[in-house]
């Protein structure tokens, strides 16, 4: 894609601007087809590695939606054998200090309309296997992306740093636990939150309280609810 002035329109981090002496001086940008090529190959990197770790975890079936269709605002669906579905967008870097993606208009969409939509980030090695895998929270997703200010102009990309505390180590969902924090024996990346107790199997597993007729800390079938954030449901969503 070019820019109205015939110039590559990239993804970029702060690494690849070159360093001025004023502070109104216009940063100039490094860039090259190298350096895209190599963030794109982490991110198919990142999507393989999720797909053979599940398939690993005993998830029956996985299914690479991305590589046929950008239109389902996900990478892969996932289905277990007790009915549980899970549409996972994966975000994937080879940063272990800090965690920052890019979410589209569309994945943040199809986030807010679809409750099986769960964002993973995948912490990718030198051979491209998955050394971290972790959760991002929809609710503060929901609440840090932009806000259109006006009828006729509209976000369609925004990069997001996330906190440490919106990470929680491993994939998991309402009522269903994909990847174990467990599973990885190196220290979480990004300093993400290690949620207390224990599955009955060993794993880590979050305290949360559970209504009647949802799934508990400790049945190895899944997790109790996580907060419904319903900053989702905001107007001009």
């Given at each position: 894609m070019l820019t109205d002035a015939g110039r590559p329109l990239?993804?970029?981090?702060?690494?690849?601007?070159?360093?001025?002496?004023?502070?109104n001086a216009v940063p100039m940008l490094r860039w090259s087809a190298d350096a895209e090529e190599a963030r794109r190959a982490v991110g198919r990197a990142g999507e393989q590695a999720l797909i053979r770790l599940l398939r690993e975890c005993g998830v029956s079936q996985v299914r690479h939606v991305s590589a046929e269709s950008d239109a389902y605002g996900y990478d892969i669906a996932a289905s277990g054998d007790l009915a549980e579905k899970a549409h996972v967008e994966v975000k994937s870097t080879t940063d272990?200090?800090?965690?920052?993606?890019?979410?589209?208009?569309?994945?943040?969409?199809?986030?807010?309309?679809?409750?099986q939509w769960c964002l993973a980030?995948?912490?990718?090695?030198?051979?491209?296997e998955a050394l971290s895998v972790a959760t991002v929270d929809r609710g503060w997703l929901c609440s840090a992306a932009p806000v259109d200010q006006v009828?006729?102009?509209r976000w369609e990309s925004v990069r997001l740093e996330v906190p440490s505390e919106a990470i929680q180590p491993g994939l998991v969902m309402d009522t269903w636990r994909l990847i174990s924090p467990s599973l990885f024996l190196s220290p979480f990346a990004w300093a993400?939150?290690?949620p207390p107790?224990?599955?009955?199997?060993?794993s880590l597993a979050l305290q949360l309280p559970s209504p009647p007729g949802r799934?508990?800390?400790?049945?190895?079938?899944?997790?109790?609810?996580?907060?419904?954030?319903q900053c989702c449901q905001r107007a001009g969503v």
């Open positions: 990239v993804d970029i981090n702060e690494a690849e601007f070159t360093a001025v002496d004023s502070a272990p200090t800090r965690l920052v993606i890019h979410l589209s208009r569309h994945e943040y969409e199809v986030m807010t309309a679809d409750a980030a995948v912490l990718v090695g030198r051979d491209g009828q006729r102009g993400c939150r290690q107790g224990r599955f009955t199997d060993g799934l508990q800390p400790g049945n190895k079938a899944g997790f109790g609810p996580l907060d419904d954030r």
